[in-house]
């Protein structure tokens, strides 16, 4: 865990030097050549986007690959589970697994992969194109297709709670009494998505009260570290971006802290929609996992 | 300072120059001028310029080099095409200055290409 937070900081932290150093180099170079300032300008913009959203970029197309694979392995994986539900009976009624819940969780996935990631890569796109051309700025675009997204993913969220209290599993972990404050410090602190990060942990974690009886704690908190991490990594790198922008706004050019800035705010969004990647991850491997015991305590 | 002097001294000799042979003060003066201009370079630009770039070397590697040198490349043909218009050719001039500057956006094609294809990764599948 430490060496995972240490390769977040170091490749932010050393893009954070590299946008400095690049600032002072520009400054540098338009005192001496002048009439080579504008250059300068797009050449800063150059070396911002080449080397310090590499981690960014890298995110994106991380949460990508794994929303594929996810979706990729739900349509092949879907129909053989569905049918060994419904040859398993009424085992499932009282743990609360529906065949539809199945069929949505991965829907969303299914959603993610062809409709939200395109949608939020064309946000960042919408950002760097107005930082790159002032004269043809899309702010208003990104921000509404931002808005957007945090909107259906959070719909998404929602029906996810209605869906799995309905049966009326019992609460766990965040959802208790004690963990009220633990709440209310990531609602504030979090930028953008605090609110919906503790609700959504929330939904995950009465969810997984009910299956933990017959999968064990361990298993449950080996399934969501291996689902959340991959959602940890953005938000971490979410803040670093933004603590970055923050660090250097005061000596840096606008346009600079702006990019880094938008690109924090789109990771963030980005780390919302991967809870629903690990919310489906989560419910099918635990799914899966009841599945077995089912079958194999049967015989 | 020596070089400032130095500077003041090639002013005056265009100066006697002028005054003693006025035919062929262009020519004279297009050689005296090349021949400081390169003077200066090896003396002061060069060695300048590598100091800034050894001081920026942690930036990641190609880029302090190119924005550099594309900066003194840009420099030195603006001051050799304004020459050349002072002599009369600006058609010349525009167009040895039009040809320097794709030679720097030569020296940036394989940032540029490697630019394209992070953004070009993101939009396509």
Known sequence: ?299 | MVLLLQMVVVFLILLIITFAVPKLQPLLYVAIFFFVLFQLLSMVVFPFTRTIIGLFEALPDPFAKLLIGSAILFFISELIAKHIEEAGFASLAAMSHFIVKIAILGLWLHQTAALIEILSSLITK
Do not use: H
């Not at chain 1, 954070?16 to 300068?40: C, E, N, R």
């Not at chain 1, 194109?129 to 899309?138: E, M, T, W, Y």
């Open chain 1, 1 to 299: 865990m430490i060496s995972f937070i240490e390769m977040v900081l170091g490749t932010v932290l050393s893009s954070f030097v590299v946008v400095i150093l690049s600032t002072f180099l520009a400054l540098l170079v338009d005192f001496l050549f002048p009439s080579f300032s504008k250059w300068t300008r797009m050449m800063l913009i150059f070396i911002v986007i080449a080397v310090v959203l590499q981690p960014a970029f890298t995110q994106l197309t991380l949460i990508r690959d794994i929303a594929n694979q996810i979706s990729l392995s739900f349509v092949s994986i879907y129909p053989i589970l569905t049918a060994a539900m419904i040859a398993a009976g009424g085992a499932f009624g009282m743990l609360n697994f529906q065949p539809a819940m199945l069929l949505f969780a991965n829907g969303a996935i299914v959603l993610t992969e062809s409709l939200l990631i395109p949608l939020l890569t064309a946000a960042l796109i919408f950002d760097l194109v107005s930082r790159i051309l002032p004269a043809v700025p899309f702010t208003k675009m990104a921000d509404l297709i931002r808005t957007a997204l945090l909107g259906t993913v959070s719909a998404v969220v929602a029906a996810y709670s209605i869906f799995i209290t309905v049966g009326g599993t019992m609460s766990w972990a965040l959802s208790g009494l004690a963990s009220e404050p633990i709440k209310e410090l990531i609602r504030q602190n979090v930028p953008l998505i605090g609110s919906f990060m503790t609700d959504s942990m929330g939904t995950l974690g009465r969810y997984s009260s009910g299956a933990g009886v017959f999968a064990g704690g361990w298993m449950i908190t080996t399934i969501w570290t291996v689902a959340l991490v991959p959602s940890l990594k953005t938000l971490l790198t979410a803040f670093f971006y933004r603590w970055t922008a923050a660090l250097i706004e005061p000596f840096a050019d606008k346009d600079i802290t702006g990019i880094i800035d938008d690109i924090g705010k789109t990771l963030f969004v980005l780390c919302a929609i991967s809870f629903l990647i690990a919310f489906a991850f989560i419910y099918t491997a635990l799914f899966s996992i009841i599945l077995i015991k089912l079958i194999t305590t049967m015989k």
